[in-house]
């Protein structure tokens, strides 16, 4: 099974800025999607930024032009970067992609296991 691994995370004050970085593990046959998603505890996961394989990439509302996603679905990799961050940015931001792992496969999404962003003074 494909493992996307993130890196990153961590604390930083209010108006800061992070850069969260995720790269598969395995040979991949497509990579559709990659995206950033984040949780907080006792509430549901929300989307931060899509990268697809094709059109456009999107944000969450709450972004206002704060963060950026970039990345390489070919070389299986994406980053965000996060800046002017508040402290309700504070959450366990985890790294989704959608993937075909060989030409007669289905596509299934897949998850990191999470970082924490901490957002503090």
């Known amino acids: 099974q494909v493992q996307l691994v993130e890196s990153g995370g961590g604390s930083v004050q209010p108006g800061g800025s992070l850069r969260l970085s995720c790269t598969a593990s395995?040979?991949?046959?497509?990579?559709?999607?990659m995206a950033w998603y984040r949780q907080v505890a006792g509430k549901e996961r929300e989307m931060v930024a899509v990268?697809?394989?094709?059109?456009?990439?999107r944000y969450g509302d709450f972004v206002g032009g704060r963060f950026t996603i970039s990345g390489d679905l070919a070389k299986k990799m994406i980053s965000l970067d996060m800046n002017s961050l508040k402290p309700e940015d504070t959450a366990v931001y985890y790294c989704?992609?959608?993937?075909?792992?060989?030409?007669?496969?289905?596509?299934?999404?897949?998850w990191g296991q999470g970082t924490q962003v901490t957002v503090s003074s």
């Open positions: 990268i697809p394989n094709s059109g456009t990439i």
């Open positions: 395995e040979n991949i046959f497509t990579m559709y999607t």
């Open positions: 989704y992609a959608l993937i075909k792992e060989t030409r007669a496969a289905i596509p299934i999404p897949s």
